[in-house]
Each structure stands twice: as structure tokens, then as C-alpha cells.
């Protein structure tokens, strides 16, 4: 489920059911969130009926926050957003931050310009709808709103934490943050990174540069890609 093979999920679902094992509602949350990523609306949908109507289990903030991310993913937006407001629990602010993340996929400026200042009021320390109002406004090329929001987000001292991952060679971890410049093999790293860019596009390769919501040249935007 969390690789997009969704489809392979819902099989796998399929067998525990012939084999008499019953699901809880943990694997419902899979079940959903693998159709979600896999984009299966109708499957989303059924399985999330189903588990009331088949197996007598009430859904739960995380089940709902799945089908909304899903709606939302799907550009259906006021599905997604009546979902929100009839949960029979209060709205959080996760349940807005799903339909946010889908209006900053779709470039919904209207509707995620409302929910992210909703969201600031729930939670106004929480940097991600700051960051994700502001991807918004520059996607859609208004780069002053954009620079608005980071403006505001500063005044009031909320920080967003870098990006990081790791992985594990011979048993060691790396550590690598976004803009990292601390790595002990950071000369080989870039070095290596340049190597393969070059390489990418010998073979055809351009780089979508809408992805880099910065108001740059082309140039620096390739670079940031």
C-alpha cells in the first residue's frame, strides 16, 4: 500500500477474506489508504461502506481522513470538503490538512486559501499549511501572495523542519537533510549527483521545472530540481 500497489493490496484483502480471517479496523486504514495512493475512488468507497454495512465497525477520524485524502486526490473538492464538515466528530486539523495537501495538488487556489487559513486558526504553530498556502500561490504564479504567507510565517516564529531521510550502507546510517552541507562525503555526494544529472539528460531527460514553486530563473530552478 505504501509503494502505490494498490490493486495488489485489495487482492491480498481479497484472500484473507476467502481464508475466514477478519479484518479490524487497522486493516481497513490499509485498505483505504492503498486506495487512496492507487487513486481507486469506487474501491475506496466500498470498502469503507463495507465496513459498517459487512463487518459492523464504526469509522473512525483516521478512516475519514483516508476518504478524504482520496476525494481530494480525485479533484473532487466539495465531496471532499462536505466529508469534513458531516464527520460525526469535531473537524481536526489533520482531516483539513488532507483536503489542503489535494488543493496544492490540483492548483484549487480558492478552496485551499480558505482551508489553510481555517487551519492556521486551529493550529497556529503548525507550519505546514503555511508552507502549503504558499506552494499554492506560487504554483498559480502569485508570487507576492507567496511571499506574503512566508512573510507572516516568520513574524510569528514558525519554523518548518528540513526534510531529512536515511538509509543504511555496510551497517551505518546516513543521515542526508535537504540543502545538507555537513555530510563527511558531501564533495563525492554532489560530485556523483552532477554524474547523473548530466547522464539524464544525454538520454532525453528535462526537468519539470513547474515543480520548483521559487520565483527564479530557468536556469536556478534546474539547478534546485
Same mark, same amino acid.
Given at each position: 500500500?505504501? %509503494?502505490?500497489?494498490?490493486?495488489?493490496?485489495?487482492?491480498?484483502?481479497?484472500?484473507? %477474506?476467502?481464508?475466514?480471517?477478519?479484518?479490524?479496523? !487497522?486493516?481497513?486504514? !490499509?485498505?483505504?489508504?492503498?486506495?487512496? #495512493?492507487?487513486?481507486?475512488?469506487?474501491?475506496?468507497?466500498?470498502?469503507?461502506? &463495507?465496513?459498517?454495512?459487512?463487518? &459492523?465497525?464504526?469509522?473512525?477520524?483516521?478512516?475519514?481522513?483516508?476518504?478524504?485524502?482520496?476525494? @481530494?486526490?480525485?479533484?473532487? $473538492?466539495?465531496?471532499?470538503?462536505?466529508?469534513?464538515?458531516?464527520?460525526? $466528530?469535531?473537524?481536526?486539523?489533520?482531516?483539513?490538512?488532507? $483536503?489542503?495537501?489535494?488543493?496544492?495538488?490540483? @492548483?484549487?487556489?480558492?478552496?485551499?486559501?480558505?482551508?489553510?487559513?481555517?487551519?492556521?486558526?486551529?493550529?497556529?504553530?503548525?507550519?505546514?499549511? $503555511?508552507?502549503?498556502?504558499?506552494?499554492?500561490?506560487?504554483?498559480?504564479?502569485?508570487?507576492? %501572495?507567496?511571499?506574503?504567507?512566508?512573510?507572516?510565517?516568520?513574524?510569528?516564529?514558525?519554523?518548518?523542519?528540513?526534510?531529512?531521510?536515511?538509509?543504511?550502507?555496510?551497517?551505518?546510517?546516513?543521515?542526508?537533510?535537504?540543502?545538507?552541507?555537513? #555530510?563527511?562525503?558531501?564533495?563525492?555526494?554532489?560530485?556523483?549527483?552532477?554524474?547523473?544529472?548530466?547522464?539524464?539528460?544525454?538520454?532525453?531527460?528535462?526537468?519539470?521545472?513547474?515543480?520548483?514553486?521559487?520565483?527564479?530563473?530557468?536556469?536556478?530552478?534546474?539547478?534546485?530540481?
Amino acid at each position: 500500500a505504501q %509503494n502505490g500497489h494498490g490493486k495488489v493490496a485489495l487482492g491480498l484483502f481479497k484472500q484473507m %477474506n476467502l481464508q475466514g480471517l477478519k479484518p479490524d479496523k !487497522i486493516t481497513f486504514i !490499509i485498505i483505504l489508504f492503498a486506495c487512496s #495512493h492507487a487513486g481507486l475512488l469506487d474501491d475506496g468507497w466500498h470498502y469503507f461502506v &463495507s465496513m459498517s454495512r459487512d463487518h &459492523s465497525m464504526t469509522p473512525t477520524v483516521k478512516h475519514y481522513g483516508c476518504m478524504i485524502d482520496l476525494l @481530494g486526490r480525485a479533484g473532487q $473538492f466539495d465531496e471532499a470538503e462536505d466529508m469534513v464538515n458531516s464527520m460525526p $466528530f469535531e473537524p481536526y486539523a489533520t482531516a483539513w490538512m488532507s $483536503f489542503l495537501g489535494a488543493c496544492r495538488i490540483h @492548483g484549487n487556489v480558492e478552496q485551499g486559501v480558505r482551508t489553510a487559513e481555517y487551519i492556521i486558526e486551529l493550529d497556529p504553530n503548525n507550519a505546514s499549511p $503555511f508552507v502549503l498556502l504558499s506552494n499554492i500561490y506560487a504554483a498559480a504564479g502569485e508570487w507576492k %501572495n507567496a511571499t506574503k504567507v512566508r512573510k507572516v510565517m516568520k513574524d510569528r516564529g514558525v519554523m518548518k523542519k528540513p526534510g531529512c531521510s536515511y538509509i543504511e550502507v555496510k551497517k551505518r546510517v546516513h543521515e542526508f537533510v535537504a540543502g545538507d552541507a555537513l #555530510h563527511p562525503q558531501k564533495e563525492d555526494i554532489y560530485a556523483e549527483l552532477q554524474r547523473l544529472s548530466r547522464q539524464m539528460e544525454e538520454s532525453g531527460y528535462l526537468p519539470d521545472t513547474k515543480a520548483v514553486l521559487r520565483d527564479a530563473k530557468e536556469v536556478n530552478k534546474e539547478r534546485i530540481l
